[in-house]
């Protein structure tokens, strides 16, 4: 079992930056990749950014040179900067882990609000 905590959302402006947090708890070894995904009401929840093992990066175009993926070795902790917001950014945003021998993203946190005013 994987662990998942988000933190870090909130309400900005338009042209704001904010960053988000996941921390990870449980079997940390078992992961392959780890990445952000954010979900509007009646819509699909859409892939934003992705960070492997080896620290190779996957971005959504829509975010492509504003947002920035990372994460910690030592205690397997994700981030997201996300800088040059967009009212169009506005969104749970969930962090999710994808483990060795899944075929998908297979834990998720809770998810935390991110909201842009224009």
């Known amino acids: 079992q994987v662990q998942l905590v988000e933190s870090g959302g909130g309400l900005v402006q338009a042209g704001d930056s904010l960053r988000l947090s996941c921390a990870t708890s449980g079997r940390t070894f078992s992961i392959y990749a780890m990445g952000w995904f954010r979900q509007v009401p009646g819509a699909e929840r859409d892939f934003v950014a992705q960070?492997?093992?080896?620290?190779?990066?996957t971005y959504a175009d829509s975010v492509k040179g504003r947002f920035t993926i990372s994460r910690t070795s030592a205690n397997y902790t994700m981030y997201l900067q996300m800088n040059s917001l967009k009212p169009e950014d506005t969104a749970v945003y969930y962090c999710g882990a994808y483990t060795y021998g899944s075929r998908s993203y297979d834990y998720w946190g809770q998810g935390t609000q991110v909201t842009v005013s224009s």
């Open positions: 960070i492997d093992r080896s620290g190779g990066t």
